[in-house]
């Protein structure tokens, strides 16, 4: 069955790690984002890519990175330079191109606790 | 920039109470308004999407009004069911920038 898939579910960073968080999605979508989602507070995007091979910063990519190699795939690195990296991360993808482009569709996310 | 408050943060009722969960936006020039439910450690759910020139979308028991001018929104929900109980997000789409989300609010319905 169609949908975006996140994994994994829960993943923890040791001190100065890289981690990968992946996000595939097997809706045929042109455009993939990433959030990040603390308590008390809304949704904030780190990423989004309107096609393959492009991606644009969002609000606080500081510390995050992404590749777009792939229509279905759209993984964050969260780098050890992201000092505060505790949070709950959503991906989501939309079709571009028309008011359906504005309809988001969420993967069930992944929570990244530090060690 | 846009911000999007949601007030109040959390709300408990009894099932059967009929409720009504508030957003509101700073700046008016909006392409579309959109709520969401979020489960607790899930993703999110669209639940009703309303165009700028649009006043209300309805869908079963929900029933969401935009008022542009006013810089609010309000999502109703009748008769509601222990299984409401959710956090409720609205976001906002602006023409050249991307979602901006409230912080939600927290839905107890209690049996």
């Known amino acids: 069955d169609g949908g975006i898939t996140q994994s994994p579910k829960y993943l923890f960073r040791k001190e100065g790690q890289n981690v990968t968080l992946s996000c595939e999605q097997n809706?045929?979508?042109?455009?993939m984002y990433w959030y990040r989602q603390d308590p008390g507070q809304g949704l904030r995007l780190i990423y989004y890519?309107?096609?393959?091979?492009?991606?644009q910063k969002g609000d606080i990519a500081e510390g995050y990175s992404v590749s777009r190699e792939k229509k279905e795939s759209f993984p964050l690195t969260v780098t050890s330079a992201q000092k505060n990296p505790t949070a709950f991360y959503l991906c989501?993808?939309?079709?571009?191109?028309?008011?359906?482009?504005?309809?988001?569709?969420f993967g069930a996310g992944t929570r990244l606790s530090v060690l | 920039k846009q911000e999007v408050t949601q007030i109040p943060a959390a709300l408990s009722v009894p099932e059967g109470e009929n409720l009504v969960l508030n957003c509101s936006f700073t700046?008016?020039?909006?392409?579309?308004l959109q709520w969401f439910r979020q489960d607790p450690g899930k993703g999110l759910t669209s639940l009703l999407l309303?165009?700028?020139?649009?006043r209300e979308q309805t869908s079963g028991r929900l029933n969401a009004s935009l008022d542009k001018s006013s810089g609010r929104s309000t999502l109703y929900i009748a008769a509601s069911q222990p299984g409401d109980s959710a956090t409720y997000l609205c976001?906002?789409?602006?023409?050249?920038?991307?979602?901006?989300f409230g912080a939600g609010t927290r839905l107890t319905v209690k049996p």
């Open positions: 989501a993808s939309s079709i571009s191109g028309g008011e359906a482009k504005n309809i988001q569709y």
């Open positions: 809706l045929n979508h042109d455009a």
């Open positions: 890519s309107q096609i393959v091979n492009d991606f």
């Open positions: 700046d008016s020039a909006i392409y579309n």
């Open positions: 309303i165009q700028s020139s649009q």
């Open positions: 976001a906002v789409k602006e023409f050249f920038n991307d979602m901006r």
